[in-house]
């Protein structure tokens, strides 16, 4: 069924998904789709890297952060995903991420919003995630 709808509806479906309360177990598949479908859409990307944090797999976190960085690699959101990725599999070479990322919060306003946005739905579904607890410290830190 998937396959009759066209990648952008299909993400918008799961963005909404997600909104709900989705599990992010249920919609990384959908998102592996859009991605496969539609693989220069960074926001997919994005996306996907978010959901696989929050099911504790840093590693494909990662590579999917790391695609989506290609295409956009000034997007605060993925510099924050890959930072947090990096930081659950122990990689070193997260500062970069956190000072590109902190520096396109301080900015633009819209882009501060939907970061300080997307650290409170991670830690309402994500209580004790240290790694993104450290990243939040270091991007508003004065």
Known sequence: MAETIAPNELFDNA?????AGE????????????CNRSPKLDSA???LSWLYL??????????AALKSMKIDPFDAQTRINLAAAMLDAKQSGVREHIELAKSLVEAAPEVRDQ???NFKDGFSRKPDWASLKRIEKLIFED
């Open 15 to 19: 963005i909404k998904d997600y909104q």
């Open 23 to 34: 599990s992010p177990a249920k919609l990384i598949p959908i998102f592996i789709d859009v």
């Open 45 to 47: 990307w994005t996306c």
């Open 54 to 63: 929050l099911e504790n797999k840093p590693q494909l976190a990662m590579k």
């Open 115 to 117: 970061v300080v946005a």
